[in-house]
């Protein structure tokens, strides 16, 4: 089962890079030219594009701001193609090595045979990457819904049956291909920047729940110390715990910098389009259906992201926890001062935090909620 599950997971992170860095386009060789880094410039080439095009719709396509679906449509559309922007550069351009080379490193202690740890760590393996697995393929397959669902409500309300509101330049409306290409492009880029962003939450995930069942693997270690064992035995579990400590704690401390950029990045995109979807729920006089799906994807999102920060903070914790709870006073007096080193070690616990929202947490998901209402409410009594 254990096997099923990390293959899945490795599966959906590996092409997560394979589809948006279009390492299923083959291999171009040039002399003295890297043609294949030019793969990387197509997706931000979509983002930009499509940014531009829905800044110049609302700039001066649009006579006045009385459509709200349109406007605010239009408004998150540049929001999260621009946030889009920023997320693939910093998960797929600057962090990608750190990412594969940590999944590589999960992937050998999966698979290693290491005595009397080997059972503890499958089985902390297999409940982490079966919630990470499940959330994944559910998480994926409502976006897919919605968006379909999102995109559809998008062709009908709008004017000009596109899409994205906008119309691309360079076709005239009397063209025969002026529908087609919009619908296609448009359609293409609208997928294409939904599924990097929220294909990116599960990659996130997906290396905190790694994580986290390390840490809780190093717990349940721990907690073997208060059982009768020899002082031989009590050493070989102290050192274990130390050997995992140790490489957890550089991965992690490797991955922090990269969480700390993109939940910034992920956390201002979705409070800024919560904002202003909640905000046109309130001016418009017809169903809300679609804009319901909408804030509800947004929420999901959100919440994915701060609970896995609340897990990988609580696993941190719960070894502290454990740690302290020794019956140190029982043991010579070597694994005494070896405990007070770890105690040291481990005060500063693993989580993710970042600029402007500290450490996140099922409490960041509140606060965010909270604040995206006020300032709708806020766009409302001004503009209303």
Known sequence: MLSRYHSGLKKIVQYYFYIFRLDFLP???????????????????????????????VLCDLEDFSNIIDLSFSLSFIVGFAGSLGCFHTTTVLNSKIILSTLEYFDNV????????????????????????WVGRIFLTIIGVSGFMVISFDIYHSSNHTPMFYNIPGIPVESLFFYPVNFIVQSIIYY??????????????????????????????????????????????????????????????????????????????????????????????????VLAITVLVILMQIFILCFFGQIIRDSSEAMFDALYMTKWYEMELTDQKNLLIFMIRFFLPIRVQTFGFGVV???????????SISYATILYTVFV
């Not at 999966?110 to 697995?133: M, P, S």
């Not at 110390?225 to 035995?233: F, N, P, R």
């Open 27 to 57: 291999q171009f060789k040039c002399k003295g030219i890297n043609l294949n880094s030019l793969k990387l410039f197509v997706y931000p080439c979509m983002m930009v594009f499509s940014v531009s095009c829905s800044i110049w719709h």
């Open 110 to 133: 999966i698979n290693a045979e290491d005595g009397f740890v080997t059972d503890i760590r499958r089985k902390h393996y297999l409940k982490y990457t079966k919630l990470a697995f």
């Open 192 to 289: 294409s920047g939904i599924e990097m962003v929220l294909w990116s939450d599960i990659v996130i995930m997906a290396m905190i729940m790694y994580c986290a069942a390390e840490l809780r693997s190093i717990t349940e270690l721990i907690s073997r110390l208060d059982e009768d064992q020899s002082t031989s035995e009590r050493r070989k579990i102290l050192k274990t715990v130390y050997e995992m400590h140790r490489m957890i704690a550089e991965k992690a401390s490797r991955l922090t910098l990269f969480f700390w950029y993109i939940y910034f990045e992920q956390l201002f995109m979705v409070m800024t389009y919560l904002c202003i979807i909640l905000f046109s729920m309130q001016t418009i006089s017809m169903t809300l259906f």
């Open 361 to 371: 947490s099922i409490f960041t998901f509140v606060q965010i909620c909270k604040v």
